[in-house]
């Protein structure tokens, strides 16, 4: 019972990890960017969905808060990363450690602007479909399951996307040789762009699922953002399928730990885990270099 | 320039302390958390408060003038703020914080600047028992809210008429806080008192204030199969609030939730607090004494959503801190004090007395039906019902379908 409890549990919240770790990790692995904006931009999805659900209803304002997220990630692009890598005033090599300087700032502005407007009460996304369902004995809300099968579409739909469309293939190929790619014609500028309008989908959705799920609050923003990083570096910076492993890896972990040892130490063994994969192998579980 | 000229300015240069004296306003520092409820309600109703008073000509002819400074929640702004308040902006008094932590950090400053400060809701009892143990020093400090050891007698007592001594019959409760400075006594309290009022205590969690997922705790605190969850939260409130109801946990919350006293935690929590029974000082619907609903409808008024408890005593604060000046004869540090620790004032959460220097809880609000008491309320279809004590009850306890009690 117990144990079931803890296979349900741990999958949607996995899941939901997953969601948010991937586009960020992707985002990486196509551009070099890491956007420690992140967790403002899931933050601002879930804020929107949780106001607007009173006006246009639940899925109206779950697809606000989508917008809101694909709006967010632009404008990061835009005001903030760009800008950085066109700067003639900023040397080259340190173009990296100014994406992400700024990026941090952005993420803080966005944090502070949510914290001004609603307060820094945690906000929680009025769930698309109320109720519970008993799976096996376990009274499970039909959301958490939602949840899950929400986050597998948006998965499944990102690899589709990658795999099997000619725009995919060039952010593969974007990610493996840039250079190559703009000799054979591709404008990199253009690939950028989709890339950051996958990443808006996908944190979009991770932020509504995530603020109808446990819930956001502007405090969490700089947590999403370091547990989304944490993902990534234990799956390996850059790594779609390695993202996905450590998420599984960290939801369970982190679900046993809250269930069987106590709900206060749920993220100190996944951090530990943290500690010895990058000690042990710096690259990631399946990261490339 | 003119010797026409010069002279007003030489006057004010130095100062003309006859003339200025008169209309020198008496300026209280209010240090709060802006970006939460229960912070904003303290400026929001200390401003409130000055208006008033001034509209009724101010305390012998000085206005109030209210100079606020947010304290982001951290002890160490809040010293700062302090420290500005004091040396700086000159202030006369102090209305502080929400949070047992940084009241207890502004203590010692209260002591070494000399500014009369009144907590309007931070609730641990540290801070009264500090003032008792070095009076000379920390004497400036008066706590405005009642005490966590009262808070949980408060909850006791309406424990007793409501859940066991009713058709409900509840014989067990779990208790459920966050660890805070505030629920350590909070907690002691309970597991003196839940037995004497007939509820066995099966279990005792304190969870962090930083937990997302409440999932594993319900689920815990479930497999204990309690009658009723007795809780001490403050800092968390919506999510344990939102999973409660989307989880379908079987069992009534019960106790204090400080969050839930202002009207915005309906919407916060899309309307999951249905059902969620508090303890509150005053609340917007119970003429607790005169003044408590035509406070909370100008409030209301004002800022579109009802004060949180701390509004209520942050806005009697006002009046205190003015009548303790009135009768002080002025903003005299040391006679303030004394005029303070003979306060008998109505306000809108009851009638305020302080415990003397030699009570255990010096300076700490006087607790009981003839004081301050508090009332019980519930969340029923979006407002908040008074059901405790039976003299103000305006409704009886009714939970939503999935929380399963014996009627």
Redesign the interface.
């Known amino acids: 019972m ?1 144990g079931l ?1 803890i296979l349900i ?1 741990g999958f949607a ?1 996995s899941a939901l990890y997953g969601l948010g770790a991937i586009g960020f990790t992707l985002l990486f692995g196509v551009s070099g960017v890491l956007n420690l904006a992140h967790g403002g931009i899931l933050l601002v999805s879930a804020v929107v969905a ?1 106001l607007l ?2 006006q246009i209803g639940a899925y109206g304002g779950a697809a606000a808060g989508l917008l809101a997220g694909i709006a967010m990630a632009f404008a990061t692009y835009l005001l903030v990363v760009r800008p950085i890598q066109r700067s003639r005033a900023i040397p080259h090599e340190e173009k990296e450690i100014f994406v992400l300087t700024g990026t941090l700032l952005w993420g803080i502005m966005i944090q502070e602007a949510v ?2 407007f609603t ?9 698309l479909i ?3 369902s008993v799976i096996a004995g376990v ?1 499970t ?1 039909i ?1 958490e399951i939602l949840t899950a099968v929400l986050c597998w579409a948006a998965i499944g739909l990102m690899w589709l996307l990658i795999n099997r469309t000619r725009a995919g293939k060039a952010l593969l190929a974007a990610s493996i040789n840039p250079r190559g790619l703009t000799l054979l014609g591709f404008e990199l500028q253009r690939i950028y762009l989709l890339v950051w309008a996958i990443y808006g989908v996908l944190a979009g959705t991770a932020g509504v699922l995530l603020g109808a799920f ?2 956001v ?2 405090e ?1 923003a700089g ?1 999403l953002t370091a547990s989304a990083f944490s993902i990534v570096v234990l799956g390996g910076l850059g790594s779609v399928g390695g993202s996905l492993l450590a998420a599984y890896l960290v939801g369970y972990l982190e ?1 046993i730990t ?2 069987l040892i106590s ?2 130490l ?1 993220t100190i063994p996944a951090l530990l885990l943290l500690v010895i994969v990058v000690y042990l192998r710096p690259q990631g579980l399946l990261g490339r270099r | 320039m003119s010797l026409r000229y010069l002279l007003p300015a030489l006057a004010l240069a130095v100062g003309v302390p006859a003339i200025a004296d008169a209309a020198d306003p008496i300026r209280i520092g209010v240090i709060a958390e802006n970006s939460a409820i229960s912070g904003i309600a303290i400026p929001n109703a200390a401003m409130l408060a000055a208006d008033e008073i001034n509209a009724h000509g101010g305390v012998d002819g000085r206005m109030i003038e209210i100079v606020a400074y947010d304290d982001h929640n951290s002890a160490a702004d809040a010293v700062r703020a302090f420290q500005r308040a004091a040396n700086q902006d000159k202030v006369h008094a102090v209305i502080a914080t929400y949070t047992s932590e940084v009241a207890l950090a502004l203590q010692p400053w209260a002591g070494r600047l000399k500014i009369p400060t009144i907590t309007p809701g931070a609730a641990s009892d540290e801070i009264s028992k500090r003032i008792h143990g070095d009076y000379e020093h920390l004497k400036y400090n008066f706590h405005g809210y009642l005490t966590s050891g009262f808070l949980a007698q408060s909850v006791c007592d309406a424990a007793k008429d409501l859940l066991t001594g009713s058709k409900l019959k509840m014989k067990t409760a779990v208790i459920m806080s966050e660890d805070a400075a505030w629920t350590g006594p909070l907690d002691a309290g309970y597991m003196t008192c839940l037995p004497k009022a007939g509820l066995t205590v099966l279990d005792h969690i304190r969870m962090s204030p930083d937990t997302t997922d409440f999932t594993p705790i319900f689920n815990g605190i479930e497999s204990k199969k309690p009658d009723v969850i007795v809780t001490g939260i403050s800092h968390v409130g919506v999510q344990p609030t939102v999973q409660w109801a989307n989880q379908q946990v079987p069992i009534p919350m019960f106790g204090i939730s400080s969050q839930a006293t202002s009207s915005t935690f309906w919407k916060d929590t899309n309307g999951a607090t249905e059902g969620v029974v508090l303890q509150v000082a005053a609340v917007d619907t119970v003429a607790s004494t005169p003044t408590t609903m035509s406070f909370a409808a100008a409030y209301t008024k004002k800022y579109g959503i009802t004060p949180a408890y701390s509004g209520y005593t942050a806005y009697d604060d006002v009046f205190i801190i003015a009548d303790a000046v009135r009768r002080a004869g002025g903003t005299d540090p040391d006679k303030m004090v004394s005029a303070l620790e003979a306060t008998d004032y109505v306000g809108t959460v009851g009638r305020v007395q302080f415990f003397g220097k030699d009570d255990p809880f010096t300076h700490a609000l006087k607790y009981g039906t003839d004081f301050v008491s508090g009332l019980v309320v519930q969340w029923q279809d979006g407002k908040v019902v008074a059901v405790w004590p039976p003299a103000v009850a305006t409704g009886t306890l009714r939970f939503p379908g999935f929380v399963k009690v014996a009627n």
């Open positions: 117990l409890q549990d919240v949780w659900a009173d914290a001004y307060t820094t009460s945690p906000h929680t996304v009025r769930p109320a109720g519970v009274r809300p959301n446990l819930g609050s502007s969490n947590t679900t809250a269930y709900p206060s749920r």
